[in-house]
Nanobody
Framework: QVQLVESGGGLVQAGDSLRLSCVGS????????MGWFRQAPGKEREFVAA????????YYADSVKGRFTISRDNAKNTVFLQMNSLKPEDTAVYYC??????????????????WGRGTQVTVSS
């Protein structure tokens, strides 16, 4: 069992930056690919970014490429999402997720093993 806890959300202005963190429990954190998703009010949850277990491969949604960066520190059981040049359309609840397969995070979200509870990000114009 893996538990994921997100933090770092908040209220910022357009153009600002935020860094989200997700801490995972358990000694197997380093074996899991990790991802970030978001869900805006009235919309379906969407993929934002993913990173393989060793950080060698990273994947991004087109809407965040060049602005967001995913990274991880396996020694601290933590994955990060650095968000720069934030826009009002980035407003959403951001969720951390983990799965042994990065494919589950990027293309088959229904099979994802573990989810966090989310952290709210609000970007004002």
């Amino acid at each position: 069992q893996v538990q994921l806890v997100e933090s770092g959300g908040g209220l910022v202005q357009a153009g600002d930056s935020l860094r989200l963190s997700c801490v995972g429990s358990g000694r197997t954190f380093g074996a899991y690919s990790m991802g970030w998703f978001r869900q805006a009010p009235g919309k379906e949850r969407e993929f934002v970014a993913a990173i393989t277990w060793n950080g060698s491969n990273k994947y991004y949604a087109d809407s965040v490429k060049g602005r967001f960066t995913i990274s991880r520190d396996n020694a601290k059981n933590t994955v990060f999402l650095q968000m720069n040049s934030l826009k009002p359309e980035d407003t959403a609840v951001y969720y951390c997720a983990s799965d042994l397969s990065v494919r589950a995070l990027t293309t088959d979200t229904a099979s994802i093993d573990y989810w966090g509870r989310g952290t709210q990000v609000t970007v004002s114009s």
